[in-house]
């Protein structure tokens, strides 16, 4: 045990944190405006192909980091239209976004790259660069908006409005709050920050974008958010628990104590854990947390 309870094991921890983070942050703005936010895995995968693509054409990270940033905020303009202008149903809104961002990159990488499966390497040096130990700017960042999120959701005009709307739209509205456009910020905030996250993920925790690698990253961020009771400091220990899980898989694949009868443990049971601990999540807290009153329920102003 003492092999794997390491430093390497510690940044490897934050790194695999570092998405869902993010993520995670992204649904907190939209959730506590009222808006459920299904579609974190198609914001993440929308960040991680564009940031991906335009770092090996330009071979400048940031760049593709900021060309991430948009096409989360399209995707997640498409989805606030929908949901919002619409009142489409917002969880069957946000699994067409998902379904959309499975099929979509790999359309166009097909016909960039003659390739479907995934896009071509980038090179080290193009990467989002690390500090020491494994530690990426980008995880230091994702720390930072914790803190952020925690300061604007609770210390701000715009978070107290934007909490309001999520618990009493109407009586939001009767206070002088456009409910409607507060929602549209917190759903365009939403793909801003998930798009981040799968930017990260593409050029900085691995090197090139595979075809649905967000791997379920989006929905165990959301069961990040119900374990944390949609609160920004316990959002960072629940993905921080998800993250250090996932890490504790990699690093007992191989070990030569992970056996049964001689034998060593299929991968795929070890690469199932952080999915089984995501349904434990959802099948045990959901009912203990007390989600924003008005989520998920669209609103009408009264003329």
Known sequence: MQDILNWGFFFSGLTAATPLIFAALGGLFSERSGVINIALEGLLLSGAFTAAVVTYQTGNPYLGLLCGIGAGIVTAAVYAIAVLE???DQVVAGMAINFLMLGLPALISGVIYDSTG???????AQKIPVIFGGLSYATI??????????YALYKTPFGLRLRAAGENPE??????????????????????????GGAFLATGQSSLFTRGMSAGRGFIALAALILAKWKPVPVLFACLFFGFTEALTIQ????????INGEPIPIQFIEMIPYVLTI???AGFIGLSRAPKALGQPYRKEK
Request: hydrophobic share 65%; no cysteine.
């Open 141 to 150: 960042l994702a720390l930072f908006t914790v803190a952020v999120a925690w």
């Open 280 to 282: 434990i999540v959802l």
């Open 171 to 196: 009586a939001a509205d009767a206070a002088g709050i456009n409910v409607k456009l507060l929602r549209y910020s917190a759903v365009i905030i939403s793909g801003v920050l998930a798009a981040i």
């Open 118 to 124: 995934s896009t071509p390497q980038i090179d080290k």
């Open 86 to 88: 619409f009142e489409a």
């Open 252 to 259: 007992i694949q191989g070990a030569p104590w992970a056996k």
